[in-house]
T-cell receptor, first 114, second 114 residues
Framework: DTAVSQTPKYLVTQMGNDKSIKCEQN?????MYWYKQDSKKFLKIMFS???????INETVPNRFSPKSPDKAHLNLHINSLELGDSAVYFC?????????????FGPGTRLTVL | AQSVTQLDSQVPVFEEAPVELRCNYS??????LFWYVQYPNQGLQLLLK??????LVKGINGFEAEFNKSQTSFHLRKPSVHISDTAEYFC????????????FGAGTRLFVKA
């Protein structure tokens, strides 16, 4: 059973389009995250939700909107896609919000904006 | 605010040789330190973490790391690497002032040659 799953795995789209990425975890964790990994492998936190409440909201364009319908799901919607949005987006989850928690990552969604 | 520096972007090494991947951090308070590994086209997974206690931490796949508070370092070591250890390795830090955030380093690409 996959612990943290993301769909789709690959996403190729044109500039200006709107797209969504879905994430689900079956670990019973309370906290979920979205990270962006650029072409140089640099990993940057975007958002985090704990029990459906937003607890981390980094400096991210407001074209990016996360949504957590329940604590097992965290989706990412991106409006008006730009070339610079091309990256790999990782979803992750952890048991709590604590600084000592291990994060469990999904396989990533490779977004290519043409 | 905490930060992480991984001193080497790439480390080539021959199979069965020892390896050390270097990580330095900065934080004004007590820290929690992590090493994650990312195999090609996969998400990150935890190798090991230091929360408290013994400064020598053993992880999966024969890796270990040593927390050195005076040097503000958390270097990762393995006495004998395998081809299958070829991957990207990320050092990460969190602390009680980080607002739930874990900060990741830029990554070190370990390339094991036959």
């Amino acid at each position: 059973d996959t612990a943290v799953s993301q769909t789709p795995k690959y996403l190729v789209t044109q500039m200006g389009n709107d797209k969504s990425i879905k994430c689900e975890q079956n670990l019973g964790h309370d906290t979920m995250y979205w990270y962006k990994q650029d072409s140089k492998k640099f990993l940057k936190i975007m958002f985090s939700y704990n029990n459906k409440e937003l607890i981390i909201n980094e400096t991210v364009p407001n074209r990016f909107s996360p949504k957590s319908p329940d604590k097992a799901h965290l989706n990412l919607h991106i409006n008006s896609l730009e070339l610079g949005d091309s990256a790999v987006y990782f979803c992750a989850s952890s048991l709590g919000t604590g600084e000592t928690d291990t994060q469990y990552f999904g396989p990533g969604t490779r977004l290519t904006v043409l | 605010a905490q930060s992480v520096t991984q001193l080497d972007s790439q480390v080539p090494v021959f199979e069965e040789a020892p390896v050390e991947l270097r990580c330095n951090y900065s934080s004004s308070v007590s820290v929690y330190l992590f090493w994650y590994v990312q195999y090609p086209n996969q998400g990150l997974q935890l190798l090991l973490k230091y929360l408290s206690g013994s400064t020598l931490v053993k992880g999966i796949n024969g890796f270990e790391a040593e927390f050195n508070k005076s040097q503000t370092s958390f270097h990762l070591r393995k006495p004998s690497v395998h081809i299958s250890d070829t991957a990207e390795y990320f050092c990460a830090v969190s602390d009680l002032t980080g607002g739930f955030k874990t900060i990741f380093g830029a990554g070190t690409r370990l390339f094991v040659k036959a």
